[in-house]
């Protein structure tokens, strides 16, 4: 009988509850290298790898006390080399000359343990992708998210800032009502002392009221200015489009700058070579004009020149340009982008008189009828600011 | 009937039973890898002094795995949390709480959450730390926990990984989800993963300091999953413990030498509460 133990194909290995061996096969011991003396009285775990030490005092030793028996269970066992050599372990507990012991047979599952860490593997693969898929997933959907949050955001932001646009034109439209009414009873009541009717008036006197007659204009103007700007950025502004001939429009405006023109001595001259005729509302396109021919007056030395011409636009076709270039003190280049915003005054170092607001007005009102208003300018040598137009027919 | 039903919810949850005649409750718990039913030659010689609490922990034994929560479980602290549920719902004051293996630290959680419902705690092969952190000497390296996860994977791998989730689900057939829980404690390879890791991978050292409850540490020999030193190092950080040298071998002395580990229980009960 002993002999058939050493003998039969399987590893068997009886251990006491003190853990320790007290016989073992020959076939284990030549399966994993040792002498008999080597491990017959040490701790079965003594041959195992460490994990399954482990896994042996928490889950097989546990289940062999309570149940008596436990079946197919993995263990790696450690070889008198060093390697671990996975066995399927079949133990029972019984009582042996007056003491329990835990009888095991062992069979190697080397052939059985790649095809189980294959499958493990594949399963972890399997799980790793589906982790990732997940998390990609949730990416995709926080990304959502904050899409969608900035979109809010977005909107907010642009109701908020419409919201003050608004605010602002109606401030500025009451406000300017409120100053233009104290401002007109000044100018009346100066003229009228001017004129004496309230009696004899000196040449001091007159002087004095001079100067104040000329500051209510100015700030009278000042106040149109704003409320024009924001009545046309309210869009509130009416345009009548026609026909309208580009050389009727310099004749007609060219002749208002001529008296300061000559007072400082600066030459012009209209350069149009062919009879234009543009759609556009006649009278907000001289207001245009007459607002470039007068900036060009102010800002040209004396021995300048301003000149007006109209061509056709080389960018777009079936668009005509009207240039009012001078020889004036020009902007620079990163100037060029404010001189048309609200209450810039580009040279306000210059003192010169206006609101800030004739460009901006001018080009608000270019856009509002389907043309724009643009600058080109080299500092020292000059400006030439450009209105392009619609043209309706170019003979 | 509400608070039945709520008596229930914890009751079914942990699978508690209580048994015994006496009126000191004696709260049982288990070790990883086990269930209650590791406490069956222990239970006998207490029954006639003590109310025994016996449970399972969520995911081991007839736990029920539907109240399993894999972020509360992640920590030991989630575990301390059901002790103190169980003792809550049967009112428990004064308790003896015997702890196996990881129960310890378990118990010595719950027990500075609430010191006032312990009377003293016995552990038996309690470790802090498994993984060497030197000087400190916890018995494993991170590898070999590696290797146990290894070695539990392939034994859940034929039925219980590929199998066990369909079997699981297949309600019309309850009969092969018992037979699972017969072959192993835990029915759950993902959960026992999870436990194991919560586990052996736990550093709860600092958490024995301000420990209030008086102890007695049951240190077997040649163990090789709390070894001598951690037992010392258990001893040494509470100042009111008691340690106690086994004849018993290995790491389970409950189940392979219960009678010493009787002796041993009863002659700590027997001494005054300490200090």
């Keep these: ?395 | 009937m509400a608070l039945g039903d709520e008596v229930t919810d914890i009751i079914k949850r942990n699978n508690v039973h209580v048994v015994g005649n006496g009126s000191q409750p004696m709260l049982l718990a288990h070790g990883f890898g086990c269930d209650q039913n590791m406490w069956r030659f222990i239970v006998p010689a207490f029954e006639d002094d003590y109310r025994i609490v016996l449970f399972d922990y969520v995911g081991s034994g007839k736990s029920d795995l539907n109240d399993y929560d894999a972020e509360k479980y992640s920590t030991l602290g989630g575990y301390a949390d059901d002790v103190l549920d169980v003792i809550h719902e049967l009112d428990l004051h004064d308790v003896v709480f015997v702890g196996h293996s990881v129960s310890s630290m378990i118990g010595v959680l719950a027990a500075k959450r609430e010191p006032d419902r312990f009377e003293r705690l016995i552990m038996i092969g309690p470790s802090p730390r498994y993984i060497n952190d030197p000087p400190y000497v916890g018995g494993f390296e991170r590898s070999d926990i590696e290797g146990l996860l290894e070695t539990m994977e392939k034994n859940y791998i034929g039925w219980a990984n590929f199998l066990g989730p369909v079997v699981m689900q297949n309600s019309d057939r309850p009969e092969l989800a018992a037979e699972l829980t017969e072959s192993f404690c835990s029915t759950d390879p993902v959960i026992a993963r999870r436990f194991a890791e919560a586990t052996f991978l736990a550093d709860n050292r600092t958490d024995l300091a301000g420990l209030q409850v008086p102890s007695l540490i049951l240190q077997c020999s040649d163990d090789l999953i709390a070894p001598r030193a951690v037992g010392d190092f258990v001893h040494g950080s509470l100042p009111q413990s008691t340690f106690q040298q086994m004849q018993a071998t290995g790491h389970c002395p409950h189940l392979s030498h219960p009678d010493e580990t009787i002796e041993l229980m009863r002659a700590y009960l027997r001494s005054p509460v300490p200090a």
């Design chain 1, 1 to 395: 009988m002993d002999e058939l133990i050493e003998q039969i194909p399987c590893g068997f290995l009886s251990f006491a509850d003190d853990g320790k061996i007290e016989r073992v096969n020959a076939r284990l011991l030549e399966r994993l290298g040792y002498q008999r003396s080597e491990v017959e009285g040490k701790p079965f775990e003594s041959i195992m790898n460490v994990g399954s030490r482990i896994f042996y005092q928490t889950h097989l030793f546990p289940l062999l006390a309570m149940q008596g028996r436990a079946d197919e269970i993995f263990i790696l066992l450690r070889a008198s080399d060093g390697s671990d050599i996975g066995f399927l372990v079949n133990a029972v507990r019984h009582e042996r000359n007056g003491h329990k012991v835990n009888d095991c047979a062992l069979m190697r599952v080397e052939e059985r343990r790649k095809f189980e860490d294959a499958l493990v593997r594949a399963k972890k693969a399997a799980e790793a992708a589906q982790a990732e898929l997940e998390i990609a997933n949730r990416r995709y959907e926080e990304q959502a998210v904050e899409l969608e949050l900035q979109q809010e955001e977005l909107e907010a932001a642009r109701a908020t800032a419409e919201e003050a646009n608004k605010a602002k034109s109606k401030f500025l439209a009451v406000m300017s009502h409120e100053l233009r009414t104290p401002l007109n009873a000044i100018g009346g009541y100066t003229q009228l002392i001017e004129m004496g009717v309230h009696g004899p008036v000196t040449d001091d006197q007159l002087k004095a009221l001079d100067r104040i007659s000329r500051g209510q204009k100015h700030l009278l103007r000042l106040i149109n200015d704003v409320l024009n700007l924001s009545r046309i950025e309210s869009g509130r502004e009416e345009y009548r489009i026609t026909e309208v001939p580009l050389r009727e429009v310099v004749s007609a405006v060219l002749p208002m700058v001529e008296p300061q023109v000559a007072a400082k001595g600066i030459t012009s001259r209209t350069v149009i070579d062919r009879p234009y005729v543009v759609r556009s509302d006649r009278e907000k396109l001289e207001q245009i004009v007459l607002n470039l021919l007068t900036n060009a007056t102010k800002f040209t030395p004396a021995g300048g020149g301003i000149t007006v011409r109209v061509r056709q636009d080389v960018e777009r076709e079936r668009h005509i340009c009207l240039d009012v270039e001078d020889t004036g003190i020009g902007i620079s280049a990163e100037k060029q982008r404010d001189v048309f915003e609200p209450f810039v005054q580009v040279h306000a170092d210059q003192k010169q008189e206006g609101s800030g607001l004739g460009l901006a007005i001018s080009r608000e009102l270019a856009r509002g009828m389907d043309a724009d208003l643009t600058v080109r300018s080299e500092p020292g040598k000059g400006s030439v600011f450009t209105v392009t137009l619609p043209v309706v027919s170019s003979p």
